[in-house]
Structures are given as structure tokens and as C-alpha cells.
């Protein structure tokens, strides 16, 4: 699609924030009013209407695609799209060590525990760790605490949410960008942990970086998505 306005600017709408190009409001692809819940977000997604070339590039649009999502697709079936990212505790990646490389089981250790140990703590949860990539089951009360703390969240931050725990792998390093326990590059870091290892040990290959930064732009929108609802 070619560009066909000049100026996007956020506007107060009923039920929080709009962005009008050229005066108009944006709607969804389902042709739902665009309506997010801070002027921060909604500033936000205008900045990248007015960034925009002269055709649209979705990529280069995160915020709005993470709204229309929440709008969309989380707002339709909250339950259930919360379920399925819930999940993602049963097989957390920060509860598998490396079985055959001890400084890679150590390293993991270091920057992994502490994660695990703030997800202890704030869900009152234990997991069980593990070497090697075979599948261990996690206490049903873990799998429960950590779903009902995903069910808690709103449309807009399931939505959020999304990314970091698909792309990221782990459910409990998303929950603590989502509660502001650890920066997003810091999560970041923990959750590639074992790719960044390869590298260093294999060397690098072009386009699994290229990989790799694709994977972290959209890890990184969907905190900012999370930054901008606070």
C-alpha cells in the first residue's frame, strides 16, 4: 500500500487513545476502531505513520501490528490466547542445562538461576531443572501459578507478551519484562544464551545473525509495546 496521508497524530477516543491520519481514525484490519489504552502507545504508533516511505512496510510498523493483535485476535478470545502462551511454563527454557558442555551448563547457570529464582519468589513456584533437551515436566501447581499469572493480563499486554515468550522461549524471563523486574535487552541476552555460545565457539554465520537481529527487533518491539501501556 502507497502512503496516502501526511500527518498521523494521536488523539483522545472513547475508551483511550486513537491515531488520526489526516483526521481520520485508524481501524484494525477487522475494521475495528484502533482504540489503545495510553497516549504513550498511541504517540507511539503514530511516530511510525509519519515514519513511514512512501509505501507501507508492516515491518517497520510493530506497534501497530501488536495493537491491531490485541484488538483483533487477543480481544476476541482473551482465555484462550492467554492459555496457549501459558504453555510455555511447561517447558520453560531456563529449566534445560547443557548435558556436554560444562563452561555452556555453567554460564547458563549464572545468568539463568537468578531468573528462576525471582519467578520463585514472586509466584511462590519451583521448577525442576534439568541437563539435556529431554522434555521434564514441571509441578502442576508451577504450571498453574504461571498460567494464572499470564490469564491476569489484559488484551493489550497478552498481546505484548506474545513475542517475547514465542520468540524468546521462556515464559518467566517474558513475566519479568512484563513486571518490570529485568530490562528487555537483559532478557534479551539470557534467552539467546546458548545461540551466542555457538557463535563464539563455531563462529558466525551471516544469516543466522541476520536470524537473530530479525528475532530481537520484534522481542524488543513487543517490550516497548509493554513500556508504552505502563
Not at 497516549?39 to 505513520?49: H, M, N, S, V, Y
Not at 484488538?71 to 502462551?85: C, H, K, S
Not at 539435556?132 to 507478551?161: C, K, M, N, W, Y
Not at 541476552?189 to 551471516?206: F, I, K, N, P
Request: aromatic share 8%; glycine share 8%; with cysteine.
Amino acid at each position: 500500500m502507497k502512503r496516502f496521508w501526511k500527518e498521523a497524530r494521536a488523539v483522545a477516543a472513547d475508551g483511550g487513545w486513537t491515531v488520526e491520519l489526516d483526521g481520520k481514525p485508524l481501524r484494525t484490519p477487522a475494521r475495528q476502531p484502533l482504540v489503545v489504552p495510553t497516549e504513550a502507545l498511541a504517540r507511539g504508533i503514530a511516530r511510525e505513520w509519519n515514519g513511514s516511505g512512501e509505501s507501507i512496510d508492516p515491518r517497520a510498523m510493530p506497534l501497530t501490528g501488536l495493537a491491531n493483535a490485541a484488538i483483533d485476535r487477543v480481544g476476541a478470545d482473551p482465555g484462550t490466547f492467554a492459555a496457549g502462551l501459558a504453555k510455555y511454563g511447561e517447558g520453560d527454557l531456563l529449566c534445560y542445562r547443557a548435558n556436554s558442555q560444562e563452561a555452556l551448563a555453567q554460564q547458563q547457570e549464572r545468568e539463568w538461576a537468578p531468573l528462576l529464582a525471582w519467578a520463585r519468589r514472586r509466584y511462590d513456584v519451583d521448577f525442576q531443572v534439568t541437563a539435556g533437551i529431554t522434555h521434564v515436566p514441571q509441578p502442576e501447581s508451577t504450571v498453574q501459578q504461571l498460567g494464572h499469572g499470564v490469564a491476569s493480563l489484559d488484551p493489550f499486554r497478552l498481546a505484548g507478551l506474545s513475542p517475547l515468550v514465542t520468540i524468546g522461549g521462556s515464559l518467566v524471563a517474558a513475566l519479568m519484562i512484563v513486571e518490570e523486574a529485568i530490562a528487555a535487552e537483559d532478557a534479551w541476552s539470557a534467552v539467546t544464551l546458548d545461540e551466542r555460545w555457538q557463535m563464539e565457539q563455531w563462529g558466525v554465520d551471516e544469516e543466522a545473525v541476520t536470524m537473530l537481529a530479525n528475532r530481537r527487533a520484534d522481542f524488543l518491539a513487543g517490550a516497548s509495546f509493554l513500556e508504552l501501556l505502563a
